[in-house]
């Protein structure tokens, strides 16, 4: 199987899984509704717990989007269990703690989920292994089994047709901002519900983009409609109403 990021504008690949919410049919079950579809590189390992408590404290956010979680790791859905309940039992971690994670994680044994969303990238394991000195930099390690089997943080918005909206990938050794992927997935709903764009760092409430004109006189027209905020013909803004 060749190994290829999808492009932002492609529909999501497609698979069946089992997760920890029973089977998943991907992306058909989730058609008609925004999915944040994002790997993590295994279960029992501390950056990966403090973003899926985070997510988990944001679930009903996410959810009042009309959007999904949906998690994903090489490891078995016994394993995710096993994680799941010393999560909530045991960890502590900025205040949060009994922490219930109650979106479906994936289980993606055969790689053939990671390989499908080019989220396997063994050369930012090799970095990441060299610098905790877990491998020695004069080894050949490309048949070391973590590096080519361990997925990076790869993070997919999908939109409710199904298409591929926003892709990011992290390092190994940071956690995700989920405030960002938040902000960036009400910047998307903003622009798909009101033909509108944003601006840098825009958050809700501020100040939206109108389209660029397809003509002089559209052009013309803009730099005259009070309503609209225009320093050049180019760049108008308008105040979000909504
Ligand atoms: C972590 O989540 O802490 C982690 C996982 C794999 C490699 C590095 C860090």
């Given at each position: 199987m060749?190994?290829r990021?999808p492009?932002?504008?492609?529909?999501?690949p497609?698979?069946w899984a089992?997760?920890t919410?029973g089977?998943?049919n991907?992306?058909?079950?989730?058609?008609g509704?925004?999915?944040i579809?994002?790997?993590?590189?295994?279960d029992?390992?501390?950056?990966?717990?403090?973003?899926f408590?985070?997510?988990?404290?944001?679930?009903?956010?996410f959810?009042?989007?009309?959007?999904e979680l949906l998690g994903?790791?090489?490891?078995?859905?016994?394993s995710?269990?096993?994680?799941?309940?010393?999560i909530?039992?045991k960890?502590?971690?900025?205040g949060?703690?009994?922490?219930?994670?109650e979106?479906?994680?994936?289980?993606?044994k055969?790689?053939?989920?990671?390989?499908?969303?080019?989220m396997?990238q063994?050369s930012?394991?090799?970095?990441?292994?060299?610098d905790?000195?877990?491998i020695?930099?004069?080894?050949?390690?490309?048949e070391n089994?973590?590096?080519?089997?361990?997925p990076?943080r790869?993070?997919?918005?999908?939109?409710p047709?199904s298409r591929i909206r926003?892709?990011?990938f992290?390092p190994?050794?940071?956690g995700r901002n989920?405030?960002?992927?938040?902000?960036?997935?009400?910047?998307?709903?903003?622009t798909?519900?009101?033909n509108?764009?944003t601006p840098?760092?825009?958050?809700p409430g501020?100040?939206?983009?109108?389209?660029t004109?397809?003509?002089?006189e559209?052009a013309?027209?803009r730099?005259?409609?009070?309503e609209l905020?225009?320093?050049?013909?180019?760049i108008?803004?308008?105040e979000?109403?909504s």
């Open positions: 060749t190994i990021i492009m932002m504008g492609e529909i999501a497609s698979f089992r997760t919410h089977e998943v991907f992306p058909k079950d989730y058609e509704k925004w999915v579809f994002f790997s993590h590189p295994g029992f390992t501390p950056v990966c717990t403090t973003e408590m985070v997510f988990a404290k944001m679930h009903a956010e959810r009042q989007l009309n959007t994903l790791s090489v490891d078995s859905v016994q995710h269990i096993s994680w799941l309940c010393s909530k039992e960890v502590e971690f900025n949060i703690s009994g922490v219930d994670v979106f479906p994680i994936v289980e993606d055969g790689l053939s989920i990671v390989k499908k969303y080019g396997l063994p930012e394991n090799k970095r990441y292994m060299r905790i000195q877990y020695q930099a004069d080894k050949a390690t490309d089994e973590i590096i080519n089997t361990q990076v790869g993070i997919f918005i999908i939109d047709q926003y892709i990011a992290y190994l050794s940071n989920l405030d960002e992927i938040k902000r960036i997935l009400q910047a998307i709903q903003k798909d519900s009101q509108v764009d840098v760092n825009w958050n501020d100040d939206v983009i109108v389209r004109p397809l003509s002089y559209d013309k027209k730099m005259e409609d009070k905020k225009c320093s050049e013909w180019y108008c803004l308008k979000d109403k």
